[in-house]
């Protein structure tokens, strides 16, 4: 199994430009997330997924959108980028059993900068 | 609020000795709490996880600890490795559907040879 993939890994943007984040994962989780952290601070969540057709805001969706056509795929689209999405991005996705260890299983993650 | 703070922000020992990195956390309702590793340019990787019945669970040379009534945890890394340079993440669950997920700042820990 190769888990969670993210791509690109690593990307620079002007202000205003946009791109999509792509995710994937082969494990057959319905559980998917994005995070961003930025330095010294804890993960943010951006937006989540609960199974395919399926997505939620988290903590700090503005700026951003997904989708989840299918239970592999959990791409992030940035609109209209802006220096305060310069972050680190990583994708996630977990089991829904058990309940009690949910362990969550992440991707390498990708850089963006916006200039 | 629910917010898990860590300690120290940074850790240098050297190589062979032992360390331990705390956690404490407001969070509620609590399901479970979780030590990931974060290797530098990657994603965090879980290392334990602790029920609230649980009060110790190790891995190999890390052992976790959970004081439910205290709200607080520690990471104890016996005799560190340079392959233990890492960040040390902690994360409470709350038992709750969707966004349950509560990630403290990390601890970045260096062991130098």
């Known amino acids: 199994n190769a888990g969670v993939t993210q791509t690109p890994k690593f990307r620079i943007l002007k202000i205003g430009q946009s791109m999509t984040l792509q995710c994937a994962q082969d494990?057959?989780?319905?559980?998917m997330y994005w995070y961003r952290q930025d330095p010294g601070m804890g993960l943010k969540l951006i937006y989540y997924?609960?199974?395919?057709?399926?997505?939620d805001k988290g903590e700090v969706p503005n700026g951003y959108n997904v989708s989840r056509s299918t239970t592999e795929d959990f791409p992030l689209r940035l609109e209209l980028a802006a220096p305060s999405q310069t972050s680190v991005y990583f994708c996630?996705?977990?089991?829904?059993?058990?309940?009690?260890?949910?362990?969550?299983?992440f991707g390498p993650g990708t850089r963006l900068t916006v200039l | 609020k629910n917010q898990v703070e860590q300690s120290p922000q940074s850790l240098i020992i050297l190589e062979g000795k032992n360390c331990t990195l705390q956690?404490?956390?407001?969070?509620?309702?609590?399901?479970?709490l979780r030590w990931y590793k974060q290797d530098t340019g990657r994603g965090p990787v879980s290392l334990t996880i602790?029920?609230?019945?649980?009060n110790t669970k190790s891995n190999g040379r890390y052992t976790a600890t959970l004081d439910a009534d205290t709200k607080q945890s520690s990471l104890h890394i016996t005799a560190s490795q340079l392959s233990d340079s890492a960040s040390y993440i902690c994360?409470?669950?709350?038992?709750?559907?969707?966004?349950?997920?509560?990630f403290g700042p990390g601890t970045r820990l260096s062991v130098l040879p």
């Open positions: 997924s609960v199974g395919a057709g399926i997505t």
């Open positions: 994360v409470v669950s709350r038992n709750t559907n969707g966004q349950n997920f509560v």
């Open positions: 956690c404490n956390y407001t969070v509620s309702p609590f399901s479970n």
């Open positions: 996630a996705s977990r089991s829904d059993y058990p309940v009690s260890t949910d362990t969550q299983y």
């Open positions: 494990m057959n989780h319905n559980y």
């Open positions: 602790m029920t609230f019945s649980e």
